[in-house]
């Protein structure tokens, strides 16, 4: 693992930090705390006896009680280190144990997903629907449910562990997905399509034709670039893990989805590197399903928050 990745993964950052912060509010309570009582309590004998004498030989020493207590507040204070990595311990372990097992927040870099997902768009991932995994190893330790077709997933990039990337589900283990001429078939069954009006794209200021998608029980937008090719075959890697179960035409392409794996594409479908690319997506390599978009400081609209189709 390169400095460059460790310094990209925020959870594993977290993680060190949460243990870090944890060892050092374990070690206050269970030895720092209890070395500065023993030293408050020495302090405090040897002041009393020293007033003590004092008091026998008629000396009198004012505000006795205000500087034994200042005293014993002064020894029994924590060092600035262990005081704040107390103070941030629970916090960090709060944040962690909800990114980790519950939602973890994202934003999204590119236009690969609109018109469902705009660039800017602040996104909930549902850590535990498909499954809980380990932290930092991402390895699944219960299973719960599997991705459907027409979720939106958030999965690790098989060529870039460190990357995370955000999809739609198209293709199960098992399925035969045919792409031709922009049109899926799913296992011998054409997807329904209807056309809606042209929708602009705000960064390019060009118009793509807009569809609705009936994909399974999902039914979600996609846009299509006329002028683009289904496949951009030059593009297409040779050496991806499977690559021998799909086959690429200029038309398009089908494909067999193995055992484990899953099939992936942007709704901008002419706009995004997805399974088309670079292969299938390993179960190992799932981060969550995303199910809520929350904020777009870019570019808001109270319409658009809201679930995720």
């Not at 705390?33 to 020495?42: E, F, G, H, P, W």
């Not at 055992?259 to 590197?273: K, L, P």
Request: with cysteine; aromatic share 12%; hydrophobic share 40%.
């Amino acid at each position: 693992m390169t400095l460059q990745s460790i310094l990209g993964n925020f959870a594993l950052i977290l993680f060190v930090l949460m243990v870090v912060t944890g060892i050092i509010w374990v070690l206050d309570l269970m030895v720092f705390a209890k070395q500065r009582r023993a030293a408050a309590d020495a302090a405090l004998a040897e002041y009393d006896a020293r007033h003590a004498r004092s008091a026998a030989k008629g000396i009198r020493m004012d505000e006795q009680g205000n500087s034994r207590a200042k005293l014993e507040a002064d020894i029994l204070r924590q060092p600035t280190w262990i005081e704040y990595s107390g103070s941030f311990f629970p916090v960090i372990a709060l944040v962690f144990f909800l990114r980790s097992f519950l939602w973890e927040p994202f934003k999204i870099p590119s236009s690969s997903m609109v018109p469902t997902l705009l660039v800017g768009d602040l996104i909930l991932v549902n850590k535990y629907t498909y499954g809980i995994r380990l932290p930092i190893l991402n390895q699944k330790v219960v299973q719960l449910n599997d991705p459907q077709r027409g979720d939106v997933m958030v999965f690790k990039y098989p060529k870039d562990m460190s990357q995370d990337y955000i999809k739609r589900v198209i293709g199960v283990p098992g399925d035969k997905i045919v792409y031709q001429n922009k049109r899926l078939t799913v296992n011998g069954q054409a997807v329904g399509y209807t056309a809606m009006e042209d929708y602009l794209e705000e960064g390019t200021l060009t118009y793509q034709k807009q569809f609705t998608e009936q994909l399974g029980d999902v039914q979600h937008r996609i846009l299509n670039n006329e002028k683009a090719p289904p496949v951009q075959i030059g593009q297409v890697e040779e050496n991806y893990p499977h690559r021998e179960a799909c086959t690429f035409n200029y038309e398009g392409f089908s494909c067999v989805v193995p055992e484990g794996n899953y099939f992936m594409m942007g709704d901008n479908r002419d706009n995004s590197a997805d399974s088309r690319i670079w292969g299938f997506v390993p179960d190992k390599n799932i981060v969550g399903k995303a199910f809520f978009v929350w904020m777009n400081l870019g570019n808001f609209n109270f319409e658009r928050l809201g679930g995720i189709r």
